[in-house]
């Protein structure tokens, strides 16, 4: 059974970084497709990236330009590195594994204020 963690949130300031990271085991990472998604408060939970088994990204309108999705096969771990955060960015950043099933982490919570 796949399980997710995520690490690497925290508070920043706007116009900062953070690099998440969603380590996994029981499985190995390059069978699935994975995205990070956000969910801030009283909103639904949104895709902000993701990266398909060959090494294809995709990003939603609102980070482009600014985050990268990344893999590393060897780690088991796939990354978002997040660049000039903005306060809207503030969620709880969850990373999802998808093949014939959909595994989910718990989140880790980003806070972008000054």
């Known amino acids: 059974q796949l399980q997710l963690v995520e690490s690497g949130g925290g508070l920043v300031q706007p116009g900062g970084s953070l690099r998440l990271s969603c380590a996994a085991s029981g499985s190995t990472l390059d069978y699935y497709a994975i995205g990070w998604f956000r969910q801030a408060p009283g909103k639904q939970r949104e895709l902000a990236a993701d990266i398909a088994r060959s090494g294809a990204t995709n990003y939603a309108d609102s980070v482009k330009g600014r985050f990268t999705i990344s893999r590393d096969n060897a780690k088991n771990t796939v990354y978002l590195q997040m660049n000039s955060l903005k306060p809207e960015d503030t969620a709880v950043y969850y990373c999802?594994?998808?093949?014939?099933?959909?595994?989910w982490g718990q989140g880790t919570q980003v806070t972008v204020s000054s």
């Open positions: 999802r594994a998808t093949t014939a099933n959909i595994y």
